[in-house]
């Protein structure tokens, strides 16, 4: 019913940035949250930072200052910009959206994944 598809991930060098983008399809009435999160190689998946909306908007510590989330152009979308990374910012990043159907039902929908690698 509903599909997430990402995209923005690859390889880029210590002290650069990258643009992970997000869109929503599907019997979508609305949202009441937006995020990322991401997995690390032997790690449990982790929360990035996410926006549940007119209630929080939460960043993980490690991330606090160097990356931003925020709603594209269209409202299905959502962006996290991530300025200064290091290699430990490597993984694999998940979009998440808490949504509501049109036929009223609610929805945590997860994206595909997409790889960054953070490397010289």
């Known amino acids: 019913q509903v599909q997430l598809v990402e995209s923005g991930g690859g390889l880029v060098q210590p002290g650069g940035s990258l643009t992970l983008s997000c869109a929503a399809s599907?019997?979508?009435?609305?949202?009441?949250?937006m995020g990322w999160y991401r997995q690390a190689p032997g790690k449990e998946r982790e929360l990035v930072t996410k926006?549940?909306?007119?209630?929080?908007?939460k960043y993980a510590d490690s991330v606090k200052g160097r990356f931003a989330i925020s709603r594209g152009n269209a409202d299905n979308t959502v962006t996290l910009r991530m300025n200064n990374l290091k290699p430990e910012d490597t993984a694999v990043y998940y979009c998440?959206?808490?949504?509501?159907?049109?036929?009223?039902?609610?929805?945590?929908?997860w994206g595909q994944g997409t790889l960054v690698t953070v490397s010289s």
């Open positions: 926006n549940t909306f007119g209630i929080s908007l």
């Open positions: 599907g019997s979508i009435r609305s949202f009441n949250a």
């Open positions: 998440y959206m808490d949504i509501v159907l049109i036929s009223g039902e609610y929805r945590e929908v």
